[in-house]
């Protein structure tokens, strides 16, 4: 059972990336998914998530408007598309599958991370 990212990079500012997150062992459609990062010397941030229903999602007010979070179950496969990329989106960005059976027992999964450097 893991969640293998990739996608991360070096662009340019005012660049455009699209990370994908690749489910094995289990099957992305029953899971809330998300993506965090984390910058050197700060501690880690969610930037995306959304919802099983795919209707409900969540953005970090910095990335709304040029982040955006989507899966395809077909491929097991999530993904953060992201545009007009700036400095200070810099960071190791990590993906996340999260599912929850009662109010003390969920079950969550962490990609290992891959970095995305935004040069100005």
């Known amino acids: 059972v893991q969640l293998q990212a990739s996608g991360g990079g070096l662009v340019q500012s005012g660049g455009s990336l699209r990370l994908s997150c690749v489910a094995s062992?289990?099957?992305?459609?029953?899971?809330?998914i998300a993506w965090a990062r984390q910058a050197p010397g700060k501690e880690r941030e969610m930037v995306s998530a959304?919802?099983?229903?795919?209707?409900?999602?969540y953005y970090l007010d910095s990335v709304k408007g040029r982040f955006t979070i989507s899966r395809d179950n077909a491929k097991n496969t999530m993904y953060l598309q992201m545009n007009s990329l700036k400095a200070e989106d810099t960071a190791v960005y990590y993906c996340?599958?999260?599912?929850?059976?009662?109010?003390?027992?969920?079950?969550?999964?962490w990609g290992q991370g891959t970095q995305v450097t935004v040069s100005s």
């Open positions: 996340n599958a999260d599912i929850s059976y009662s109010s003390i027992l969920n079950e969550t999964y």
């Open positions: 959304i919802r099983r229903n795919n209707r409900t999602t």
């Open positions: 062992g289990f099957s992305l459609d029953e899971y809330c």
